[in-house]
């Protein structure tokens, strides 16, 4: 079965301060993607980033970094100096290529806020 | 031309009501997905369609009936539905079936039952 987990309902932090949003997925499969979505206020999901299980190695984008691990089936989001805009909810998704591929699966999300 | 545009973006609705939500993309992709979001919960899966052809229904109540005329367009007939049923419906596209690709989402049309 494929599961994500974001322990993390909320998290409140300062502007300008760094915040890493955790992810733990469980999947059988040897072959899978992992992904990160940002649903600000206006509903629309919007795609941050995919990573296959075959390339653990780290990404930056700008202010936004991953951290794929599958020693311990995790794939943290950072995101660096934070700003407000940045206030979102915030989605990591799986999607086996042997099983339930005709799904993503998601996590129950995790609230950002960000102080001015 | 933005990605997936659903309409309405906010329905409130009888639970006698019959009303339609409506999806459509022009970004020649050929999956289209139904997601219903509520509260605290993960976004639940609905329907898939490829190629216009229903391949997926999760389990989903036959008081929500999905319509799918071509590639580009996708709805979802509503009727005598429950309270419970109040939550953001977002639809989805994909170039290909299957999640391995990502999915483009629209912003969502918030039903309300009452």
């Known amino acids: 079965a494929q599961k994500v987990t974001q322990a993390q309902t909320e998290i409140s932090v300062v502007e300008k301060e760094d915040v890493t949003l955790d992810c733990v997925y469980e999947?059988?499969?040897?072959?899978?993607?992992l992904f990160w979505y940002k649903q600000p206020p206006s509903g629309e999901l919007v795609f941050l980033i995919r990573r296959n299980s075959f390339d653990e190695q780290n990404e930056i984008s700008g202010r936004y970094s991953w951290n794929f691990q599958k020693s311990t089936s995790s794939f943290n989001f950072t995101i660096t100096a934070s700003q407000v805009v940045d206030s979102a909810v915030y989605f990591c998704a799986l999607s086996g290529v042997q099983t339930g591929a005709n799904n993503l699966f998601f996590g129950t999300g995790t609230r950002l806020t960000v102080i001015p | 031309e933005t990605g997936v545009t659903q309409t309405p973006r906010h329905l409130v609705m009888g639970m006698t009501n019959k009303k339609s939500l409506k999806c459509e993309q022009h970004?020649?992709?050929?999956?289209m997905y139904w997601y219903k979001q509520s509260a605290k919960k993960p976004l639940e899966l609905m329907f898939v369609y490829n190629f216009k052809e229903q391949t997926e229904n999760n389990s989903v109540p036959s008081r929500f009936s999905p319509e799918c005329p071509n590639s580009s367009h996708l709805f979802l007939h509503l009727h005598t539905l429950q309270p419970e049923d109040s939550a953001l419906y977002l639809c989805a596209s994909s170039r290909w079936t299957g999640g391995n690709y990502g999915y483009t989402f629209g912003s969502g049309t918030r039903l309300t039952v009452v």
């Open positions: 999947t059988r499969d040897t072959t899978y993607y």
């Open positions: 970004l020649g992709h050929n999956a």
